[in-house]
Nanobody
Framework: QVQLVESGGGLVQPGGSLRLSCAAS????????MGWFRQAPGKERELVAG???????KYADTVKSRFTIYRDNAKNKLDLQMNSLKPEDAAVYYC???????????????WGQGTLVTVSS
């Protein structure tokens, strides 16, 4: 079992910055990919940024060049540095982890409880 706990959300003005953190615990040894998703009211949950255990990162076009994802395998942490925040970035942000559980490629997907990011003046 993997537990994910997010932190760092809050209220920030447009153009400001926040750094979200995700701490993973439990059976973390077999985690492969991790990522940050977000969901705003009335919208579907979307991928913000993802990163493999090898360090390959992908970003949504809407956040590219503004957000950076960081993964610390030794400390089982996943951070998201968010700069130049826009009102459109306001959402609940969720940490995600995929853990491989079989040689055939089966996996478990884990989610944190979410942390709220509000962007407003």
């Amino acid at each position: 079992q993997v537990q994910l706990v997010e932190s760092g959300g809050g209220l920030v003005q447009p153009g400001g910055s926040l750094r979200l953190s995700c701490a993973a615990s439990g059976r973390t040894f077999n985690i492969n990919a991790m990522g940050w998703f977000r969901q705003a009211p009335g919208k579907e949950r979307e991928l913000v940024a993802g990163i493999t255990s090898g360090g390959t990162a992908k970003y949504a076009d809407t956040v590219k060049s503004r957000f950076t994802i960081y993964r610390d395998n030794a400390k089982n942490k996943l951070d998201l540095q968010m700069n130049s925040l826009k009102p459109e970035d306001a959402a609940v942000y969720y940490c995600n982890a995929i853990a491989v559980v079989s040689m055939e490629g089966a996996y478990d997907e884990h989610w944190g409880q979410g942390t709220l990011v509000t962007v407003s003046s």
